[in-house]
């Protein structure tokens, strides 16, 4: 399986910024598909994630109700929709994915085998 992030940019506090993760090779064998983000001196830290079939999302409380976690199974690409920027989501943020991740693992960076080259993205206050 192979990941490649795009769409990152510098943007102004307020603006709205759609990430891209191209999915390619074994898709079919994908369960999981997730977005880390690791900012300039920080750890990487979980963004959100979704069960590549279902409904099932999951989000980080800071970005919770701002980004949206998506999918188009035809084009094998997943977004990520980032509303309401703010100078703290400046960051690398990084695709990732998994053949199974267990629900409690969802949010650990360690459980996914598969992971895309990270997008920069740059919010100026």
């Known amino acids: 399986v192979q990941l490649q992030a795009s769409g990152g940019g510098l943007v102004q506090a307020g603006d709205s910024l759609r990430l891209s993760c191209a999915v390619s090779g074994r898709t079919f064998s994908i369960r999981v598909l997730a977005w880390f983000r690791q900012g300039a001196g920080k750890d990487r830290e979980f963004v959100a994630a979704?069960?590549?079939?279902?409904?099932?999302?999951y989000y980080a409380d800071t970005v919770k109700g701002r980004f949206t976690i998506s999918r188009d199974n035809a084009k094998n690409t997943a977004f990520l929709q980032m509303n309401s920027l703010e100078p703290g989501d400046t960051a690398v943020y990084y695709c990732a994915a998994d053949n199974g991740v267990i629900t409690s693992r969802t949010r650990e960076q360690n459980a996914y085998a598969y992971w895309g080259q990270g997008t920069l993205v740059t919010v100026s206050s």
């Open positions: 979704m069960r590549w079939t279902g409904t099932t999302t």
